[in-house]
Each structure stands twice: as C-alpha cells, then as structure tokens.
C-alpha cells in the first residue's frame, strides 16, 4: 500500500465517523498518530482477496467496489461502498485473511487504522466496541437487503435500481458519469453483460435515460423509480 500521506488529526477531520465519537481524546489522538492516509487512483488494488489483514479500511472519498473470485476466476461484486465507510467491517473481525478484494473505481482516499489498534481500544472502550458491532450489523443487515431486493426483481428492475441507487445515495444527481463497466454492473446485479446492455439500450429508446459515452442523463425519474420499485 504506497502513496502513503499524513493528513489533518482524526479529532478534527471533517470525515471523522460518528463510530469514533466514544473515544476519549487521548484515544483518538492514538488513532491520528498510527493511521495512515492513502490515496489510490481509479483502477488500483486497495487489498486482495487472501491477503492477511493488517489494517481497518476507513473511506473518505471516492467509491469502491468489493468483489470475491470464485475458483473458476468469475467475479461477484458484493456491493459499492462510498465515503465514510468501514470497508469490510464484517471480516476484519472474523479471520486473518480477506475473503474479498476492493478495488477502486474512482480516484479515492483512505485511512488506513493498524488492526491491533482497534483491537485494544475495543477491549479499553466498550461504548467503542459497541458502536462498531452496530456498524457492523448495520452493514451486513444493507447487504442482505440489497441481495434480496436485487434477486426478486425482473432484468429491467435490477438495471434500473443500479442507476437509481448511482442517482441518489452515491451521486446525488440525476446526471453522473458510470463509474464502473457494463459488465461489472451485471457481476453486481446478476445478469450477463449483453443483457445490461440491451436494458441500458432500451431505457434510451424509451427516453428514460439519456447515454453520452459514460454519462448517464436520467431524464425520466418518475418512471426509472417506478421500473425500480415494481419490476
């Protein structure tokens, strides 16, 4: 992991999150003093499925994917994470190794906490430990709905949720540029990459959307929602 930058103290970092609110001073000052900031280009490796794990992943800025490989090499992506989330919150617990890779898909930015670190200041700092079991199930409960959401809903539904969860949470804007591929859209949702294809081609046809290289124009929220929530 290169690229390594010391940036302003956690106590006084606009990204700080509120899972750090329990911490004393002196804690968080622990934290400031062995983080690491790391700011990776669009396309780099943040970890690999099967390294050991050193480091909570803490995201600032950009957006990234976390996708596992099955033995055949077919990639699953198991969800985008934006900013001010513990990326892999449910592993970094659990076993000494990743059991997926992230990878970034925008220019993004990082910190990087010692694993051992948090370790201690959850055996010092119960409130601490208990804020990051809360962000831990909250995290595996918006998995578990997403995947169910995805899996009950017809090619048009899922391709149209993707542009909607892109349009709301992530982007907030109905006009964004597609920060990932149509094939990785469909390792996301499901589906192969023709069929993504053919759906984004219709959505056009229909004036749902508006496509200009990797913009995407929603110009037709109302119905895009609609196909979303029902198909």
């Given at each position: 992991?290169?690229?390594?930058?010391?940036?302003?103290?956690?106590?006084?970092?606009?990204?700080?999150?509120?899972?750090?609110?329990?911490?004393?001073?002196?804690?968080?000052?622990?934290?400031?003093?062995?983080?690491?900031?790391?700011?990776?280009?669009?396309?780099?490796?943040?970890?690999?499925?099967?390294?050991?794990?050193?480091?909570?992943?803490?995201?600032?800025?950009?957006?990234?994917?976390?996708?596992?490989?099955?033995?055949?090499g077919r990639d699953q992506i198991v969800r985008l994470s934006g900013p001010m989330d513990f990326?892999?919150?449910?592993?970094?617990?659990?076993?000494?190794?990743?059991?997926?890779?992230?990878?970034?898909?925008?220019?993004?930015?990082?910190?990087?906490?010692?694993?051992?670190?948090?370790?201690?200041?959850?055996?010092?700092?119960?409130?601490?430990?208990?804020?990051?079991?809360?962000?831990?199930?909250?995290?595996?409960?918006?998995?578990?709905?997403?995947?169910?959401?995805?899996?009950?809903?017809?090619?048009?539904?899922?391709?149209?949720?993707?542009?909607?969860?892109?349009?709301?949470?992530?982007?907030?804007?109905?006009?964004?540029?597609?920060?990932?591929?149509?094939?990785?859209?469909?390792?996301?949702?499901?589906?192969?990459?023709?069929?993504?294809?053919?759906?984004?081609?219709?959505?056009?046809?229909?004036?749902?959307?508006?496509?200009?290289?990797?913009?995407?124009?929603?110009?037709?929220?109302?119905?895009?929602?609609?196909?979303a929530n029902h198909g």
């Amino acid at each position: 992991m290169d690229n390594k930058l010391q940036i302003e103290t956690c106590k006084n970092c606009v990204w700080q999150s509120s899972v750090f609110s329990s911490l004393t001073e002196a804690q968080l000052d622990m934290v400031s003093h062995q983080k690491k900031h790391v700011v990776y280009i669009k396309g780099s490796s943040i970890c690999r499925q099967g390294e050991k794990i050193t480091h909570f992943i803490y995201m600032h800025k950009g957006l990234l994917k976390l996708f596992v490989t099955s033995e055949n090499g077919r990639d699953q992506i198991v969800r985008l994470s934006g900013p001010m989330d513990f990326i892999g919150l449910l592993n970094t617990f659990y076993e000494p190794e990743y059991g997926y890779s992230v990878t970034a898909i925008e220019n993004s930015s990082v910190c990087l906490i010692p694993r051992e670190l948090m370790y201690d200041l959850v055996r010092q700092n119960g409130e601490f430990g208990l804020n990051l079991l809360q962000k831990s199930s909250k995290t595996a409960n918006d998995i578990i709905h997403q995947r169910g959401l995805i899996h009950r809903k017809n090619l048009r539904g899922r391709v149209a949720y993707v542009l909607n969860e892109l349009a709301g949470p992530i982007y907030k804007s109905p006009k964004f540029d597609l920060p990932v591929s149509r094939r990785e859209i469909a390792e996301l949702i499901d589906m192969t990459t023709e069929n993504v294809i053919r759906i984004l081609s219709e959505f056009r046809k229909d004036r749902i959307i508006d496509i200009s290289g990797k913009t995407i124009n929603i110009v037709n929220t109302e119905l895009l929602e609609k196909i979303a929530n029902h198909g």
